[in-house]
């Protein structure tokens, strides 16, 4: 790649890791174009660096992730970024079926009933239309398909039926390329028996097959999340997150930079790559922001109060709870064994973290008590920065705060308070100010 078109490429590159799905109109209409100037070098690039595979049909370009462990941070969310709960899921999964055995066009009344008749063979599921919490999370999953180019409004508008589904329509083209790439599981799902079996994951036999997927694993743990902890992935992962080709390789590829300390490694935003960023805007991460600097002080502080320490959550425990949780939900009554059905949820042990000898770090603990002390304090202090709702519902405040902490690995969660993780210490001893409103 010339220097002359690396900085496009690069853009590229952050858009297809950003955006697996890219459709006529998704993300934007130009994302398309984008994506075919660059297709026979995406293709090879992505395959060598992550391990995943770019696929081009049509209008539609999408790129087929490898998934090293389940993770619960990327939900689909509804236009006002609320995630989806499992109805809605329910329902984009119905909807998906239903519009397979579509047409070309359909209506969302049509798409309503056949997505009723399959919800109400399902215990505990249902649709009425009838019903208005069953038409808006309806509506919603529509409305995630809508936003991705599967479904085109031809005519008639979505909004006007979910207010009164006897005087409103809407009708639909059905974008076939994009239906079946945005459904394309690697297995049959009747022969699936355990949710790890959607992993991909191609079996090596050698040395040097080993340490190649040991580094595409390495590369992809750094793009797709925030931080990654040396003691949070496995050994031979970790031995790459380490060296100086990671960091070089990431950043020729997708013009981010990678920071490289004791405990893990940081991809540094600085494009606008991730769709959420930290610090950033809006009252949870401002509060948060805040939140974290109390917490450094508290977990450092040598004036204070020492603080416990305790051991750090296993991560292998927390993928087991997954995949539980998951593999709880099949319906046995349609699965095909096509092997043994009492294999066990991971058997080659891709999943977690290397069984080693080493004790678990022990990170320091900070009790809830301290927590609504500290976003209580925030509110008094900075009261002008935070709208009457934040100071009416202080606790909301402090969990979102929390969740937000947490989905950027500076805190885990634990009963009674949170484990202040290292990247905390990115924020000790900073100042905060508030901008004075100017009045005229």
């Known amino acids: ?30 994302a398309l174009i984008r994506v075919r100037r660059f297709a026979a070098e995406l293709r090879r690039d992505l395959a060598e660096a992550f391990g995943y595979r770019l696929e081009l049909h049509g209008s539609t370009a999408r790129l087929v992730r490898t998934a090293d462990q389940l993770a619960t941070d990327r939900p689909a969310t509804t236009r006002n970024g609320r995630p989806f709960d499992r109805q809605r899921y329910a329902y984009l999964t119905l909807c998906l079926a239903a519009l397979g055995r579509a047409g070309l066009q359909t209506t969302v009344s049509e798409l309503a ?22 038409r808006r999370a309806f509506v919603d999953a529509v409305t995630w398909l809508e936003e991705r180019g599967v479904l085109r409004l031809a005519d008639g508008s979505t909004s006007s039926w979910a207010s009164d589904p006897t005087a409103g329509e809407a009708l639909y083209d059905i974008a076939r390329d994009a239906l079946v790439a945005l459904f394309h599981p690697p297995r049959v799902l009747q022969h699936v028996n355990t949710v790890t079996a959607l992993l991909n994951r191609s079996a090596t036999t050698s ?14 743990a750094v793009a797709e999340s925030p931080i ?40 540094v935003d600085t494009l606008g790559f991730s769709a959420e960023r930290f610090p950033g805007t809006g009252s949870v991460a401002q509060a948060a922001v805040l939140l974290a600097v109390d917490l450094a002080e508290r977990a450092t502080d040598p004036d204070g109060r020492r603080v416990r320490r305790i051991p750090a959550p296993d991560p292998r425990e927390r993928q087991a709870a997954l995949v539980a949780a998951a593999d709880a939900g099949l319906p046995a009554a349609v699965r095909i064994f096509a092997g043994d059905p009492e294999q066990i949820a991971d058997p080659d042990g891709a999943g977690g973290v290397e069984d080693t000898a080493t004790e678990p770090a022990r990170l320091p603990f900070v009790t809830d008590s301290f927590l609504r002390e500290a976003v209580a304090t925030i509110l008094q202090r900075y009261g002008s920065a935070f709208g009457a709702a934040w100071h009416g519902d202080p606790d909301r405040l ?3 705060a929390v969740e937000l902490l947490t989905r950027f690995g500076a805190v885990t969660p634990v009963p009674g308070g949170v484990l202040v993780r290292p990247l905390v210490g990115r924020y000790r001893a ?3 100010q508030v901008r004075q409103r100017t009045l005229f």
């Open 228 to 267: 990654v902890y040396f003691s949070d992935v496995d050994t031979a992962v970790a031995n790459h997150l380490r060296g100086t080709a990671l960091a070089a390789d990431l950043h020729r590829l997708t013009g981010l930079r990678v920071e490289r300390r004791a405990e893990g490694v940081l991809l």
């Open 113 to 134: 009933d056949a997505v009723s008749a399959d919800a109400n063979r399902i215990g505990g599921l249902g649709l009425d239309p009838d019903s208005g919490a069953d």
């Open 1 to 30: 790649m010339s220097d002359l078109d690396l900085a496009d490429y690069q853009r590229v590159v952050r858009l297809v890791l950003r955006h697996p799905l890219i459709t006529a109109t998704y993300p934007d209409e130009r």
């Open 398 to 400: 402090r969990v979102e």
């Open 430 to 432: 900073t100042v905060a």
């Open 207 to 220: 040395g040097n097959a080993e340490r190649r997927a040991a580094a595409q694993a390495a590369r992809r």
